[in-house]
C-alpha cells in the first residue's frame, strides 16, 4: 500500500512533473503536436485544476475533461423531473448535495427548499432508509444518480429498506455508466483522442478488465490512475510511454485498490437488483444500454413507477455544457462562464457539481 | 438579484458578498469605517469601535465550545482585529419554547467565563422567547464596544511588496468540529474548535512588534476567502505557498474524505496578520508565546502591488489562484 505521505511528498511530484514535461517534449518532436488525454472522472478533473497540474502542464499535454460527473450529463428533463418529485406532498426528498443547486427549466431544488419542500442533502444513501424509518407518515424519495461508484451504494440501501420491510420508500434511478459513454464518445469520432485517464473509483468496483475494450476494438490506450498529484503524473507518464512506444494496452496505475476482477461483491448487488437501461444523456441523446434501473420484482422501490411526473420540453439557454461533457470546448469558450453563469448563479450543470469542468476551471483556473 | 433568502447567503462567500453589496450597501451606504470587522467610531472619548454579531450555530454545544463562549471569542475578535481593546459586551437571546433552561444556564455561564479571561464586561442583555418552530433553540447577538489604541491601529494603506502572511496557527478545526458533531457524516473525528478569545495575544504583538499593515479573523469562507477580501479591497496579491500552511493531520483527513477545502472552512480562534518582513520573525516568536498561536507560521507573502490576486504556490512548483468561498453546501457554523 502506498503512503499517502509518499503521494504528496513535494519532491517526488517535482521530479514527476519534470519527467513528464520531458516525455511530452518527445511526443511532440516525434508527431509534431502535443498528446490529447481525457480524463472520464470528474474527480480527476477537480485534482488536474485543484493541483495546478493542467495549468503547468498546457503547453505540453493537453488534458480534456470528459462525462465523468454524474450530475453534469444528467439530462435536462431528468432534472426538471427529479424538481418536480420534490413538489409533491407529503414527501421528503433526498438527494446528494451537488443536485441542490442544479437548475431546472424553472427552478432549482434549493428554490424548492427555500419554498418550505422537505429536502434533504445525505452524505451516505443509506442515511435516506434512516429517514424513512423515522418518519413512517412521508413518503421518502432517494434522488439515485451516479456511476458504477455509487451504484452499489445506492443498492445496499434497497437492501436495507427490503429487510426493513419499509413501504415508504423508494428511489429514482439516474444512474450513467462509463463504458457505454466511452463507446459513444469513441463511435462519434468527435474528439481526436491519444489515450484516456481512467477512472479510479470506477476501476474498483469494476476491475481493469473492464476498461480492456478500449484496445480490443478501439485501439487507444488507457491508465487507470490515482488522485494524488503523483499518481496523476504517473498515468500521464505511463501513457506517453505506451504513445512513444506505439503500444496499446490498459494499465491499472492504481493497484493498491483496484483489482483485475474489481469488486466482485459490489458487481453482484448490481445484477441482482438491476438491469440495463437506455439512458437519455446531457448533450448525447440515449445513449442503449448506458443506465441501469431497478428490476421489475424491485417494482415497489421504484420511484418511477410509484410517481407520476410529466415534464415538458426543457427551457432552451446558451448553456453549452453538453458540449463541455463531450470535451469539445473548454469552460472559456461558453458564452455564459463567468458572465451568466458562475457557481453562486449557475445555469448549466457543469457549474454546480463538485466534480463539474466548469466549477473546476471557476474555482481553480479563472482569471490566469 | 434573486427573490428569497438562501441557506448558502450566509456562507460568507461570493452570495454573502453580492447580497450585502445588493441589499446594505445599497441602503446603508459602505464609509471608510464598515471596510473592518468593527465600525471606528470618530469624536467619542478615546475613540470607539463598535461590533455586532448574531449567533446561529447548529449544533448549540460541540467539542471545544457552545454558542455562547463562541458569541463572546466572535465579538472579542472582531474588535481585536481593529486594534481596539475589547471592554462591553452586550447579549440578545432569542429562545425557542421549550428550551432548556439547565442548556441556557451551561451556556450563560460559559459566556461569564469566556468574558472573564478576556477580560470584558458583559453588560447588557435582552430575552426574547418565540414560539416552538419559530426559531431553532437558540440565537444570541451581541454587540461588541472596544476603546480603539491609535499605536496599534493596523496600517493596511502600508502594505508593501516583501510583506509577510502569517497565520496563528492550524486552519479548519472549528469547521470540522462543526461537521463532526452534528455528526450527519458518520465521521469519527473529536477535532476540537479553536474558538478563543485572541485579543491578548494581539495586545502582546501590537505592544511588542506595532506596525501592523492588517489582522483578520478567517472565520466563515476560511482563510482563502478572508484573504481574497483583503487582496481586492487594497488591491495587493498574496502568495501562499501550500505546504507551511499548518492544518491538523485529522481535519485535513476529514476534508479528503468529504471533499472539502480546509482553506475555506471557518475558524474562530485564528488570526491572520500580515507585517513587514523585517518583523516576521520577532512576531512568529511573540504570537508562539501565547497558548492559542503555538503553531503560528508564515505562510505566504505580498507579491506584488497590483491587481488583487490571491495565488497559492503548490509544493512541487504550480501556481494556482484562489477565489472566494462559491458555491459549498456548508452547515451553520457560528
Given amino acids: ?368 | 438579484m434573486v427573490q428569497k433568502i438562501g441557506l448558502a447567503h450566509g456562507e460568507g462567500g461570493e452570495l454573502t458578498h453580492q447580497l450585502i453589496q445588493d441589499v446594505f450597501v445599497k441602503s446603508f451606504g459602505h464609509g471608510v469605517q464598515t471596510k473592518l470587522d468593527s465600525a471606528i467610531l470618530p469624536g467619542m472619548i478615546n475613540n470607539m469601535a463598535v461590533t455586532t454579531d448574531s449567533f446561529v450555530v447548529n449544533p448549540i454545544f460541540f467539542p471545544g465550545g457552545n454558542i455562547g463562549k463562541l458569541a463572546i471569542t466572535g465579538t472579542v475578535n472582531d474588535l481585536a482585529v481593529c486594534g481596539a481593546i475589547p471592554r462591553f459586551i452586550t447579549a440578545g437571546f432569542i429562545l425557542e419554547e421549550g428550551f432548556p433552561v439547565n442548556d441556557l444556564k451551561k451556556i450563560a455561564q460559559s459566556m461569564a467565563e469566556e468574558a472573564e479571561r478576556a477580560g470584558v464586561h458583559i453588560v447588557a442583555g435582552d430575552t426574547k422567547v418565540v414560539e416552538k418552530g419559530s426559531a431553532d433553540g437558540l440565537f444570541i447577538n451581541t454587540t461588541g464596544i472596544g476603546e480603539l489604541q491609535e499605536t496599534h491601529r493596523p496600517n493596511p494603506e502600508k502594505m508593501k511588496k516583501g510583506d509577510v502572511v502569517i497565520i496563528s496557527g492550524t486552519i479548519g478545526d472549528h469547521g470540522v468540529s462543526i461537521l463532526g458533531a452534528r455528526n450527519e457524516l458518520g465521521l469519527m473525528t473529536d477535532v476540537a474548535s479553536d474558538c478563543a478569545s485572541l485579543n491578548h495575544l494581539i495586545q502582546d504583538l501590537t505592544n511588542e512588534v506595532g506596525d501592523i499593515r492588517i489582522m483578520r479573523d478567517p472565520t466563515r469562507g476560511g482563510l482563502a476567502t478572508t484573504l481574497v477580501e483583503i487582496c481586492e479591497d487594497f488591491q495587493v496579491t498574496i502568495e501562499l505557498g501550500e505546504d507551511s500552511i499548518p492544518i491538523r493531520k485529522d481535519v485535513q483527513g476529514a476534508c479528503d474524505i468529504l471533499g472539502f477545502d480546509p482553506l475555506y472552512l471557518a475558524n474562530e480562534g485564528k488570526m491572520v496578520f500580515i507585517v513587514d518582513s523585517s518583523l516576521a520573525e520577532r512576531a512568529i516568536h511573540i504570537i508562539k508565546q501565547n497558548e492559542f498561536g503555538r503553531d503560528a507560521e508564515v505562510i505566504g507573502q505580498v507579491s506584488s502591488l497590483e491587481s488583487g490576486k490571491l495565488l497559492l504556490r503548490t509544493p512541487f512548483g504550480t501556481t494556482r489562484r484562489l477565489q472566494r468561498l462559491s458555491g459549498m453546501l456548508l452547515p451553520r457554523i457560528c
Fill in chain 1, 1 to 368: 500500500m502506498e503512503s499517502l505521505e509518499t503521494l504528496s511528498d513535494p519532491a517526488l511530484a517535482r521530479q514527476s512533473l519534470e519527467a513528464v514535461v520531458e516525455l511530452a517534449g518527445e511526443f511532440k518532436k516525434k508527431f509534431g503536436r502535443v498528446p490529447v488525454l481525457m480524463e472520464v472522472c470528474g474527480s480527476h478533473t477537480m485534482a488536474f485544476a485543484k493541483s495546478g497540474l493542467k495549468t503547468r502542464l498546457k503547453d505540453h499535454v493537453r488534458l480534456i475533461a470528459g462525462p465523468g460527473c454524474p450530475v453534469c450529463v444528467t439530462d435536462q428533463k431528468s432534472i426538471d423531473a427529479m424538481i418536480q418529485l420534490a413538489e409533491g406532498s407529503n414527501r421528503i426528498l433526498c438527494t446528494f448535495g451537488d443536485m441542490m443547486r442544479v437548475p431546472g427549466s424553472k427552478v432549482s431544488l434549493m428554490n424548492s427548499k427555500t419554498d418550505g419542500k422537505d429536502i434533504r442533502v445525505i452524505y451516505s444513501p443509506l442515511d435516506s432508509v434512516k429517514i424513512a424509518e423515522e418518519n413512517p407518515d412521508k413518503e421518502v424519495i432517494l434522488l439515485g444518480i451516479g456511476f458504477e461508484t455509487t451504484i452499489p451504494i445506492l443498492t445496499l440501501a434497497i437492501r436495507e429498506a427490503e429487510r426493513k420491510e419499509l413501504k415508504n420508500y423508494s428511489v429514482w434511478m439516474t444512474t450513467k455508466l462509463v463504458e457505454p459513454v466511452m463507446r459513444a464518445l469513441l463511435d462519434s469520432g468527435e474528439v481526436k483522442l491519444d489515450g484516456f485517464i481512467l477512472p479510479g473509483h470506477v476501476s474498483v468496483v469494476l476491475g481493469k478488465k473492464s476498461f480492456d475494450f478500449l484496445v480490443e476494438d478501439y485501439q487507444i490506450s488507457g491508465v487507470i490512475t490515482g488522485f494524488e498529484p503523483v499518481q496523476l503524473l504517473s498515468g500521464i507518464y505511463k501513457l506517453l510511454e505506451l504513445l512513444l512506444e506505439n503500444k496499446f494496452d490498459v494499465l491499472n496505475d492504481y493497484p493498491s485498490v483496484v483489482k483485475d476482477e474489481g469488486n466482485l461483491t459490489a458487481q453482484k448487488l448490481l445484477k441482482q437488483y438491476l438491469r440495463l437501461h437506455d439512458e437519455d444523456w446531457r448533450g448525447m441523446g440515449t445513449i442503449p444500454g448506458s443506465g441501469l434501473v431497478l428490476k421489475e420484482e424491485y417494482a415497489q422501490f421504484d420511484a418511477k413507477k410509484r410517481y407520476e411526473v410529466s415534464v415538458g420540453e426543457p427551457r432552451k439557454t446558451k448553456c453549452r455544457c453538453g458540449e463541455i461533457i463531450r470535451g469539445l470546448i473548454n469552460p472559456e469558450s461558453c458564452v455564459l462562464f463567468n458572465k451568466g453563469c458562475t457557481p453562486a448563479h449557475p445555469i448549466g450543470p457543469c457549474m454546480v457539481s463538485t466534480e463539474g469542468t466548469c466549477a473546476a476551471h471557476y474555482q481553480y483556473m479563472r482569471g490566469e
